[in-house]
């Protein structure tokens, strides 16, 4: 429940419910700078992270387990991997996952938005398509997802977030944006109003019902 104004910075790992109930604050995690192993392919935090967080920023150099980002309403995360049944149910904010994921991704999700690197081009298979589209990134999401990613790389050293932004100009091209179904029409019909000078809240309930 770390609020506005508060980083927490752990060297280290964690156990699950990091960043539980989040409000504003910061979260960092990574292991020590002299570890024998790759952090991208070892666990730094456990299950359950960032449920129902409300704002703030997690940045997590490894890979975390199970529903992660659970309820999230606000808060955005960078990860190097994740478990399954990530972001389920979230309803607001924004995940960046720099590596592999697990089965059942998305179900639930309403709203926010998630930015997957897909790689070796599996993850289509691994999402909950019920709720979600998978897009590709926009102009603006671009510079989201470089701003958070160089964040992540000051924070934590990541020598995956260094990889990815020395080849950035083919890196960008891997991430996949998964994007809640009514959240996105919603979207579509607020600047669509805004465009014709009409009130964005009546187009935003209009699309709200339908």
Known sequence: FIPKGITLSLTGDANDYVGKGLSGGRIIVKPPADAPFSPEDNIIAGNVILYGATSGEVFLRGVVGDRFCVRNSGATAVVEGVGDHACEYMTGGRAIILGATGRNFAAG??????????EDGSFPSKVNMEMVDLDPLTDD???FVRSHIETHLKETD?????????????????FVKVMPKDYKRVLTAAKQAEER??????????SAHG
């Open 158 to 174: 990541s020598t995956v977030a260094a990889r990815l932004l020395s080849s950035w100009a083919t890196t960008v091209d891997r």
């Open 141 to 143: 999401d671009v510079a």
């Open 197 to 206: 000078g009409e009130s964005v809240i009546d187009a935003i309930m209009a």
């Open 109 to 118: 999700m309403s709203g926010g938005i998630a930015y997957v690197l897909d």
